[in-house]
Structures are given as C-alpha cells and as structure tokens.
C-alpha cells in the first residue's frame, strides 16, 4: 500500500518550457488535490478534483492546468512555466463521504524553474 | 473563511525535553490534521484530530472542539523530532471547502 506517490521528485525548466506532475494514489478516494508551498505562506490549493473527470479550480490556479482521466491518478501541467512557479508542490487524497476526511500526501515535487 | 493560527513560531529544545504546541482556529471543524515536514521536506501525517486525544507514542494531541484549539504534545523529545509541524483545518462541505487551510507551523530545533 503506497498511499500517495508523486512524480517527479526533482525538476528543473527553463523558463517557458513544459512539464506534468503526477499523483497515483491507491487508497480508492474520490477526492485528490493539488497544493503548492512556498517559503512563509504555507500550503496554498492549486486545484482540486472532486471524483473521476471533474476538476476545479483552487486558490492559486493560473499558469496550471490538470486532468483526471482515472479515479487513481490527477495530473498538474505546467503549459508555459515561469520563475514564480518554482515552489514544492504536493498531492494529496481523502475520501468524500462520512465523517473522516483526512488528508493524506505525497512526498513532494520541487521545482526549478530558470 | 476559517483561519489557524500556531505558536510558537519557532522552539529550540534539549534532547528529553517535553514541549507542547498550540493550533487555534477562528471557526469549527470537522478535520484538524497534525503534520510533520521534516528536514526532507516530506509531509507526514501525526493526527487527524477533529475532537478528543488521541496518543502514538511519544507524541499526543488534544482537540477541544468547543474552545477552537488543538494541542500536539511531545514527550522525551529526540533529534529527528526536528522539523515543523503544521496543523491544517477546514470546516466542512466538499471540493474547495474540503481544501485544509494551514498555519504557518512551529519549527522545532531539538539539540543532542
């Protein structure tokens, strides 16, 4: 049982290039996020996904897009990256129904953007 | 929205000392999760905590629901204790109000 796993762990990009980021997750949760986090300002929500082909919009959406074609996998892409868009950036699941709604994470991705 | 707030912001420790750690939150909650990021960066998951105490190990959490605050405790503290810790809240719904809004952290600095 994996929980959360993300990939890459480590990323640089020039400034304008491409990337996505994935999270599998194999605890069966309808629910997966997408954060980011910055030095000082904590964790902020990039997008969010509330079941298997829907997505939404988080806080911070601009300059990321994402899918989530297969219940187990959401994907973050960076079309256009920019410096402001180096950060750590986190996955995260939890269930939908029911009284219990933990959040549980990946390890992490940092990303360099030069 | 709801918003959390964490003290002390920082905390510098002998090894085997005990210290406790205060997460206040502006509204109720049906999640209030614990965390540690330790120095790697990864974030792992210490309590879910909406209500009670709940213990593992050296660690312990109190959430008093009514009051709007959360306590972590740490017991005999050891060196790889060091790191932040985060508590994160939300009060309810689903999609974006399931998004957990998050305190700054307490960093911890415990010294052999």
């Known amino acids: 049982n994996a929980g959360v796993t993300q990939t890459p762990k480590f990323r640089v990009l020039k400034t304008g290039q491409s990337m996505t980021l994935l999270c599998a997750q194999d605890?069966?949760?309808?629910?997966m996020y997408w954060y980011r986090q910055d030095p000082g300002m904590g964790l902020r929500l990039i997008h969010y996904?509330?079941?298997?082909?829907?997505?939404a919009k988080g806080e911070v959406p601009d300059g990321y897009n994402v899918s989530r074609l297969k219940k187990q996998n959401f994907l973050l892409g960076l079309e256009s990256a920019a410096p402001s868009q180096t950060s750590v950036y986190f996955c995260a699941s939890s269930y939908s129904r029911g009284l219990n709604t933990e959040a549980f994470f990946g390890q992490g991705t940092r990303l360099t953007v030069v | 929205g709801i918003q959390v707030e964490q003290s002390p912001p920082d905390l510098i420790l002998q090894e085997g000392a005990n210290s406790t750690l205060r997460c206040n939150f502006s509204?109720?909650?049906?999640?209030l999760q614990w965390f540690h990021q330790n120095p790697w960066g990864q974030l792992i998951n210490l309590f879910y905590?909406?209500?009670?105490?709940k213990q593992n190990g050296r660690l312990s959490a109190t959430t008093v629901a009514t009051e709007r605050y959360s306590l972590l405790y740490i017991s005999s503290s050891q060196t790889t204790d060091s790191g932040v810790y985060f508590c994160?809240?939300?009060?309810?719904?689903?999609?974006?109000?399931?998004?957990?809004?998050w305190g700054l952290g307490t960093s911890l600095a415990v010294n052999p």
């Open positions: 996904s509330v079941g298997e082909g829907t997505t």
């Open positions: 994160a809240a939300h009060h309810g719904g689903g999609g974006n109000n399931r998004k957990l809004i």
């Open positions: 605890m069966n949760h309808e629910y």
């Open positions: 509204d109720s909650v049906n999640n």
């Open positions: 905590i909406p209500s009670g105490t």
